[in-house]
């Protein structure tokens, strides 16, 4: 007769050393619960920043949009100042200041930062990535204000590189005129890139009110163009005080001053343009905190 076979007790599975995996505790009623070993800390707005400038500078918009910036800040510019340059004679330039011409430049590379802008915040309503985005991080007022400082400090060094090399050859082409003081250099570079910089923040804004590319960017070109197009068809005397005030207050005029070329000798003067835009923008950004925290996504 055969004696029973009782089978051999399993080894215990062998303890690795050194490696640090997940720990599980003894939960209530006898279950265990799962520790993970990744440590969870806060979030906070460093995080938010991290976030949005992976996703601004991986998308393609972007460094197409940008480069279009500076074709038209530094082509526009230069070609402008060698223009001016070839057909100038001595006299021409002598009360002339040599950064002014630097101008034409960026009043067409205004456009390219306000589309930047408007497509930071709206295209990610009309893709459906606002959803994922605040899946990550439901602090909707601290994406707002991540979007909005990693946009503005982009915006702010592409333009002061760009206005700084057109300011220098427009300085060293033109001999003839007078050397420029600090205080131009200084508004010439620093001021209008603010400036700039600070439309395409208003932008920003705009387009996290309207969730809507093409709406937002219309009214923003609307906004850069429809004062000085109204201005200059208003014929009649009864509207002059109106036709002043839209040739003195609309943005072309506003980046004129920082060139001293302003379309009025009245006006915003100085760094009164700043103001008026820093004003406008907290605005637009205090409307669009309001209604991103009252709206569904």
Not at 72 to 83: K, P, S
Not at 138 to 161: E, N
């Amino acid at each position: 007769m055969s004696t029973p076979q009782h089978p051999s007790p399993q080894a215990a599975a062998p303890v690795w050393q050194g490696a640090a995996g997940p720990s599980y505790a003894a939960g209530p009623g006898g279950l265990s619960g799962y520790t993970s070993p990744i440590p969870v800390v806060r979030t906070h707005l460093g995080h938010a920043i991290a976030s949005e400038w992976t996703k601004i500078r991986s998308v393609r918009s972007t460094m197409w949009t940008l480069g279009v910036f500076v074709l038209l800040v530094v082509g526009i510019g230069m070609m402008v100042a060698l223009i001016v340059d070839a057909n100038a004679s001595e006299g021409d330039l002598s009360g002339e200041n040599p950064l002014s011409f630097g101008f034409f430049g960026v009043l067409l590379g205004s456009m390219p930062i306000i589309t930047l802008g408007v497509l930071t915040t709206a295209s990610e309503y009309g893709t459906g990535m606002i959803r994922t985005t605040m899946v990550a991080c439901p602090s909707r007022g601290r994406v707002l204000a991540a979007k909005g400082i990693v946009f503005f400090t982009i915006a702010f060094v592409v333009t002061l590189v760009s206005t700084g090399f057109v300011a220098m050859v427009d300085a060293s082409l033109f001999t003839g005129a007078p050397e420029p003081s600090g205080s131009e250099w200084l508004k010439a570079t620093v001021g209008v890139s603010f400036y700039i910089a600070l439309l395409g923040l208003l932008s920003l804004a705009v387009g996290s009110v309207i969730r809507h590319s093409a709406g937002a960017i219309t009214i923003m070109i609307g906004l850069l163009l429809a004062p000085l197009v109204i201005a200059i068809f208003m014929f009649s005397e009864s509207l002059e005080k109106v036709r002043q005030a839209l040739f003195e207050y609309s943005i072309p005029s506003q980046l004129g001053v920082w060139y001293s070329a302003s379309l009025s000798d009245s006006g915003p003067s100085g760094w009164d343009p700043l103001w008026i835009a820093l004003g406008v923008t907290a605005a637009a950004f205090a409307a669009a905190f309001a209604l991103l925290e009252k709206r569904d996504v």
